[in-house]
């Protein structure tokens, strides 16, 4: 039975998801092509009908997972949901970039590339809405921003005391909240 382009684009969006859950869940390394086709519910033989290797599968799925255009975020309603016990803990469905950023370093000059795309469109999302006088000064407070929400992510999901974990997303709420709009502050 012949698959038509539409069946081809629905099996390779599902390929995609799939490796996106999987990859932030547990790495790049750790996640076979064999488990990434088993959790998009299709044969491991079809793969590479859509990819040439795991390295392309790699960096498509960055480009997949940044592919929604940006949206202007407030940076306090976008910190008071992302450094949250509920996003830190859902490793297969939270930010990319804190899941996979330190990985992708190692990775393959596409998937860097991809990666860089995703965070630059991310900055975008924030500039609009964030404090400044200036777009050099509107700009800084985006980076900084994310930059700060990322690391508390990443510092609250490798802390094995709770505590400390929370108190790490708490804590960078609130120097948010401090540095831009007061909504960080819930």
């Not at 869940?25 to 088993?38: I, L």
């Not at 998937?111 to 800084?140: D, N, V, Y």
Request: net charge positive.
């Amino acid at each position: 039975m012949k698959v038509t382009r539409e069946q081809m684009a629905e099996h390779r969006r599902q390929i995609l998801e799939a490796a996106a859950r999987l990859f932030r869940a547990r790495g790049f390394e750790a996640v076979t092509v064999a488990e990434v086709m088993q959790a998009a519910g299709l044969t491991h033989g079809g793969f590479y009908g859509h990819f040439k290797s795991k390295d392309e599968l790699i960096a498509e799925t960055i480009g997949h997972v940044f592919d929604a255009p940006p949206k202007d975020h407030d940076l306090g309603e976008y910190a008071a949901n992302y450094l949250s016990p509920r996003h830190r803990d859902n490793l297969a469905g939270g930010c990319p970039t804190a899941g996979l950023g330190a990985e992708t370093i190692r990775q393959s000059p596409e998937s860097r590339a991809a990666m860089t795309a995703g965070l630059k469109r991310q900055i975008a999302g924030f500039i609009a809405k964030a404090p400044g006088a200036t777009p050099a000064e509107k700009r800084r407070a985006a980076i900084g921003a994310w930059s700060a929400m990322v690391g508390a992510v990443i510092l609250s999901r490798f802390s094995d005391d709770p505590q400390l974990s929370d108190e790490i997303l708490k804590e960078t709420r609130a120097w948010i909240a401090q540095h831009g709009p007061a909504k960080a502050r819930r």
